[in-house]
């Protein structure tokens, strides 16, 4: 965690979008995370991201647990209000948060150790509610901050960096997703920029609960021979289901194309993704052929990315809840107390 | 209806022991079984009793298990408005073969057991010195019922029959509630009615009052009858709260399903459907928690309800909330304890675990309801005190009112209250250039501004963390840093004690160096303690406590009093021990009182505890020695 704010010196050509920010807005304070971690990567990814959709900064609300991947939060957005909760728990909090004002964007941040040990059981209902968010964890299948332990989704057979090797099977929080009903499932490769921006931007967009696992190698502990989740290993067997282009739904689309391997989604808010699939067979909108396709390739050693599943007019738990248009916190007295006069007819009723 | 046979009704008291005489003053016990449809039976049977203007205090007690295993209902006729448990049982309603002997020891000397006498019993299932009243109840209803279920439910209608003409209750006043409880709906009305009149019919034809009456009064006024959970919900839906998340666990649950139920009459826009509201049932306390501090840290009012386990597991998210600074109200409805200990009893043992929650330097808000009708008033009152405070609030009731109807003043709303919403700074602020500093003090009451996310473009955003900070919310190890804010944390405290519901002093007739301090649900038995200890020419200036921290009051009374009872529902004397810690007080003038069986306190065990020790106390001091507390 820094306290060091970055300089604010704009460069007098820096562009904006149409909401007037220049990419320099969307920036945190200085990341203390090692040189070369994945997890810069991934901030610099939501930087450009919504830089691009012209969100305004303070309209997102920004959540993590507790870890390396926790912290970065502080290191995008500075406009925006943060919270740094407790290990695990940031699905909850978002939950509570989302509730409380459904106005905003609600990003969440997580890690492997954050999402998949500890918080495994929140990660999960919050998918299988449809908490609308975009749930990002940076996953590099170790304990960065307590210096290089395992973590949940280290890889049975993988290395640590003392060279003991892990017995446990790995949890793959993407299968998981996809079982549970979140209705955006996406990986990303921290090293793969021009994958990873359309696919937050989707997940950004996108009307309900949205997951992206992205593997982000962990420099300093994790990016040795023996780690699958090493710069070099993911790079060697990436297996890319799609590339995906985020078109918004005010702008004319002129995407270059060629017939049968483009598949248009439009969303419910009228953006669409582009998904360019890299396989003539690869159905983005079916849930078990995702997970069958994903584990197949699993089972070779192959780290498949890619929007893996979407459903585009998914909703979210403030539609199951069927709660008013106004933002709960903004509600007052008028809307919210029965008054005396109902509770002296409630009285009545008690005698 | 003459009895059938096989179900001639028992003999009377013998052993010379007169049948209890009493009007307006007893205690009856139906003994049943859980899922017989007898709770609701049971229910109508207080509550007519209250419609003829006697004040009643009925309590359920069940063991904790599901379908088929015992349960019971104690109700206690109480002209003189005493709402606390007295006691031992004058008549057994003794419906679960299961319990029999047990019921049947329980029954005071010349007390009834009325039985169902179906299936003869042999002379040594009873006792002598009790009188006993048999009524063949399944065989009438087998008579007359061709349904299974419905033979089972309307036995416990029969017996309410019969116990009205027993008793002198007013069969008219049954039916009338009958009517209300069946209001459209005719054909479970009529059945109902005629089940009444069977057990009326039977005990008019065969058998004899008894030496219990019920005889009209005007003692209960505009009185409510309501359960603690009902009232804290319906204190939520007033004060304003948004956001519920909750898992279930004893005794809590119905506070969540009461607040939807609530929610769902008054909080629905009836032009779109739409809900004013959200309520989650979370996948544990963790989740449920979680979610409230996010709600609270956005700016809506949200709570929580559980008991004693759950304030485990969610002690970690008090911890932040209260660093943090957030928003939180916890309705603790606390049972017997530790671990799963007596799911389904009360006690008041959660007070430690509360108003130190979590690790580190913490200290919490607790407040402490009476009755169903503070339930209501702290319940809203929690909720404008966490905005006020920005800090978790802590509603401290208890199995015993929770779960039980109790006779309160009815709740009251004053319709021009605003809801305190504290210290928010709005977008215009911002503009106009206040200084904003998350964690600052500038006004001098240890309590900061917050902003809410989304407020401004540039101005007042801040990064919320669990880890210390300065007083602009930037991450800081810096020793001054921390003192600074754990300070102004220890301030806001103290601007808390000022806040809080004050406690309700309750002098002696004369002026005595003895005081009793008391809390929660042990009022009502405090306050019949409190008569009989005057007849018995002991007396005590009484403060009832209503919430920690607690107020300069509670010193003043500490140090006007020589010696002070301190009377509490657990083990390990709780309050005392805060009493003690917090105030710096001599612990030797505290003296324990203390009831952890489970069951509530009863004015009897309070007034023999402290008469013992007044005794021991005055015969240690004629011998000239000095007492120890």
Known sequence: MTYLAKPRLHHPTLATNKVGYTRRDYEGKISTLCAGCGHDSISAAIIEACWELDIEPHRVAKLSGIGCSSKTPDYFLGASHGFNTVHGRMPSVLTGANLANRDLLYLGVSGDGDSASIGLGQFAHAMRRGVRMAYIVENNGVYGLTKGQFSATADQGSKSKKGLVNSDSPVDLVAMALQLGASYVGRGFSGNKAQLVPLIKGAISHGGAAFIDVISPCVAFNNHPGSTKSYDYVREHNEAVSRIDFISGREEITVDMGPGEVVDVRQHDGTLLRLRSLHPDYNPGDRYAAMAYMQRHQERGEVVTGLLYVDPLATDLHTALNTCDRPLNALGPAELCPGAEALARLNASLR | MAPPEGGKAHGTTGAGVAPIEAVNDFVIKFANVNGSGSASANELFAKAILRMGVPVSPRNIFPSNIQGLPTWYEVRVTEEGHLGRRGGTDMMVAMNPQTWDADLAELEPGGYLFYDSTRPLPPSKFRDDIRVIGMPLTEICNAVYQDPRQRQLFKNIVYVGALAILLGIEPEVVEKLFGEQYKGKEKLLASNVQALHLGCDFARENLEPLGLRVRRADRVGDRIFVDGNSAAALGCVYGGATVAAWYPITPSSSVAEAFQKYCTKFRVDP??????????????????????????????????????????????????????????????????????????????????????????????????????????????AALDLA????????????????????????????????????????????????????????????????????THPSKGSYFTRGTTRDAYARYSERGPDYIYNMERLLKKFATAATLVPQPVLRPAAGKTELGVIYFGSTSPSMHEALQALEARGIHLDALRLRAFPFPDSVVQFLAQHRQVFVVEQNRDAQMRSLLVNELDIDPARLVRV????????????????????????????????????
């Open chain 2, 271 to 380: 032009a779109t459907g739409q809900q004013r509201f959200a309520i989650v049932q979370a996948e544990d306390e963790l989740a449920s928690i979680g979610m409230v501090v996010g709600a609270g840290w956005n700016g809506a009012r949200a709570f929580t309800a559980t008991s004693g386990p759950g304030i485990s597991l969610m002690a970690e998210f008090i911890g932040l909330a209260y660093f943090a600074e957030i928003p939180v109200t916890i309705i603790d409805v606390q049972r017997g304890g530790p671990s799963t200990g007596m799911p389904t009893r009360t006690q008041q043992a959660d007070i430690l675990a509360c108003a130190y929650a979590s690790h580190g330097d913490t200290k919490h808000v607790l407040l402490f309801p009476e009755d169903p009708h503070e339930c209501f008033e702290h319940a809203a």
């Open chain 2, 594 to 629: 203390l009831h952890f069986d489970g069951t509530p306190i009863t004015a009897r065990f309070i007034v023999q505890a402290i008469s013992a020790h007044v005794r021991k106390t005055q015969a240690a001091g004629a011998a000239g020695t000095k007492e120890a507390a």
């Open chain 2, 387 to 454: 905005d006020r405070l920005q800090t978790p609030v802590f509603l401290m009731t208890d199995l015993d009112i929770g779960m039980n109807q109790r006779l309160c003043a009815p709740f009251t709303w004053d319709d021009s209250k605003a809801y305190d919403r504290g210290k928010v700074m709005s977008a215009e602020e911002l503009e106009a250039g206040r200084d904003f500093g998350r964690y600052k003090d500038v006004d001098g009451d240890g309590i900061p501004w917050r902003t809410l996310p989304g």
